[in-house]
């Protein structure tokens, strides 16, 4: 069974903070990693994507994978209380094209 | 451009009812994809679609059809509805493969079955 594990939270930061959020996966084939969030009761939506090994940085936000630990986190500078959403990784599945395997997601919660 | 549109947005079924959950893009994306996402979880993946008539099963596809006539428009059937697939819905689609491009998210459909 392929894995995808997050710690659920809450991780409660203060504002202007930089909150670091860590996924790990099970599968050694995975090629891409993505990281979604979702606000309550919305649907999720992209904010970073990471294919190579390293960090990829996009504003305030700052993907990292390293294949060898089988680990992906996302690092959120400056963090405002509009960043208080759960995050979602999501990882692809070596060997199966077109699925992905999502987490439970993390809880941030961003205090003002 | 509207994006993924799905309907209803919420639903109440009585066990062993039937229902279609509708999904449509307008983005001429040949993927499609439907999850569910259960209280406190990661989504799922139901069924996915690579083109017009290709369907194929993800992880949690028992109780649901799905069928692809055309690229805009990939409906969810849930027959004899139970309990347990009460869930939010989600329709997603992307241009390419999952490797190459996101997917977009449509708002959502939430199901509750009693």
């Known amino acids: 069974q392929k894995e995808v594990e997050q710690n659920s939270g809450p991780l409660s930061v203060p504002e202007g903070a930089i909150a670091s959020l860590n996924c790990t996966y099970s599968?050694?084939?995975?090629?891409?990693f993505f990281w979604y969030r979702q606000y309550s009761g919305k649907s999720p939506e992209l904010i970073m994507f990471?294919?190579?090994?390293g960090d990829k940085e996009d504003g305030r936000f700052t993907a990292q994978l390293n294949k060898a630990s089988q680990y992906v986190s996302l690092l959120i500078r400056d963090s405002q209380p509009s960043d208080s959403a759960t995050y979602l990784c999501?990882?692809?599945?070596?060997?199966?094209?077109?699925?992905?395997?999502f987490g439970t997601g993390t809880l941030l919660a961003v205090q003002p | 451009n509207a994006g993924v549109t799905q309907t209803p947005k919420f639903r109440i079924l009585k066990i062993g009812q039937s229902m279609t959950l509708q999904c449509a893009q307008d983005?001429?994306?040949?993927?499609m994809y439907w999850y569910r996402q259960d209280p406190g979880m990661g989504l799922k993946l139901i069924y996915y679609?690579?083109?017009?008539?290709?369907?194929d099963k993800g992880e949690v596809p028992n109780g649901y059809n799905v069928s692809r006539s055309t690229t805009e428009d990939f409906p969810l059937r849930l027959e004899l509805a139970a309990p347990s697939q009460t869930s939010v819905y989600f329709c997603?689609?992307?241009?390419?493969?999952?490797?190459?491009?996101?997917?977009?998210f449509g708002p959502g459909t939430r199901l509750l079955v009693l």
């Open positions: 997603a689609s992307s241009p390419t493969g999952i490797g190459q491009e996101t997917q977009y």
């Open positions: 599968d050694r084939g995975s090629q891409s």
């Open positions: 990471i294919y190579s090994n």
């Open positions: 999501a990882v692809d599945s070596w060997g199966a094209t077109n699925k992905l395997i």
């Open positions: 983005m001429n994306h040949n993927y």
């Open positions: 679609s690579v083109g017009a008539g290709i369907t």
